[in-house]
């Protein structure tokens, strides 16, 4: 056992299917509604893939993250937890926050549906409430089988500016990302243990950027992958934004999963 009652285990662990019941409320209210196993996922018949996203309310995830960006290396700690489970628009929406010590926090709106997981909405610390996406972004494809894709919005979270203010692309640039389901029987090693028959979902994008004089506009490879694994969820990503500039410098971003406590 681990501080904060999480697990280092090398084994997989599923939660328990229990009965509940719904209790009407918006998150916006800061109401909650209480949905417990059977209810979370289309009953305890869930779709083909909804084990490699566990939705639990107050299941956690620690992960040890590695940032090789800016010409530097920054180790830090990061918590995923799903904070509460309620209704919005008359659909069940799970709550999941995302911490990193010394930082702010931000919560994103999920909903589960016999398709897959969806984000919706998502809201910072400094935020009144939650900001709406244009539309519904897939963070899993049920049923999630190899060659499965799809595509989402996202943005460059290593690459920066080297004389610029904001320094980080992230505020000014966005991309498409096609996510492909590469493999299912995947295994993966980490401190929090060995996980085997795991989907491992590649995302492939590119961005055209000025990166100096001499070279010109190129077009910059963008490469995320993840490794959920059934039973625990996201047990690894690695993000490679590969660039050497005058005006820019990419990076390498890993989340290593140490800890968990899937209720």
């Given at each position: 056992m681990t501080h904060?009652?999480?697990q280092r285990h090398p084994t997989q662990q599923k939660p328990d299917c229990?009965?509940?019941?719904?209790?009407?409320?918006?998150?916006?209210?800061?109401g909650l509604a209480v949905l417990l196993g059977c209810t979370l996922l289309m009953g305890c018949s869930k779709p083909p893939g909804a084990d490699y996203f566990p939705v639990t309310e107050g299941s956690r995830w620690l992960y040890k993250v590695i940032s090789e960006k800016?010409?530097?290396?920054?180790?830090?700690?990061?918590?995923?937890?799903i904070n509460r489970v309620s209704t919005w628009d008359g659909?069940?929406?799970?709550?999941?926050?995302?911490?990193?010590?010394?930082?702010?926090g931000i919560e994103y709106w999920l909903r589960p549906t016999d398709k897959g997981i969806e984000r919706i909405a998502q809201q910072v610390d400094l935020q009144e409430r939650a900001m709406l996406d244009d539309k519904p972004r897939t963070v899993l494809k049920f049923p999630l089988k190899q060659g499965e894709s799809w595509i989402v919005p996202?943005?460059?979270?290593?690459?920066?500016?080297?004389?610029?203010?904001?320094?980080?692309?992230?505020?000014?640039k966005t991309l498409l990302m096609t996510h492909t389901v590469?493999?299912?029987d995947a295994t993966v090693t980490v401190a929090a243990g060995t996980f085997k028959n795991c989907a491992e979902i590649v995302g492939r994008g590119d961005i055209t950027m000025y990166a100096d004089p001499v070279s010109g506009f190129k077009k910059i490879p963008i490469i995320n992958t993840e490794i959920y694994c059934p039973g625990v969820g996201l047990v690894r990503l690695e993000r490679s934004?590969?660039?050497?500039?005058?005006?820019?410098?990419?990076?390498?971003i890993v989340m290593e999963l140490t800890a968990f406590d899937i209720r």
């Open positions: 904060s009652g999480m229990m009965s509940g019941g719904v209790s009407p409320a918006k998150v916006r209210s800061g800016d010409n530097t290396t920054e180790i830090s700690e990061q918590q995923l937890s659909k069940t929406i799970i709550v999941r926050r995302s911490e990193v010590a010394d930082n702010i996202t943005v460059p979270f290593a690459i920066m500016r080297t004389n610029e203010n904001p320094r980080e692309l992230k505020y000014s590469e493999r299912m934004e590969e660039l050497n500039g005058a005006f820019f410098s990419g990076g390498k």
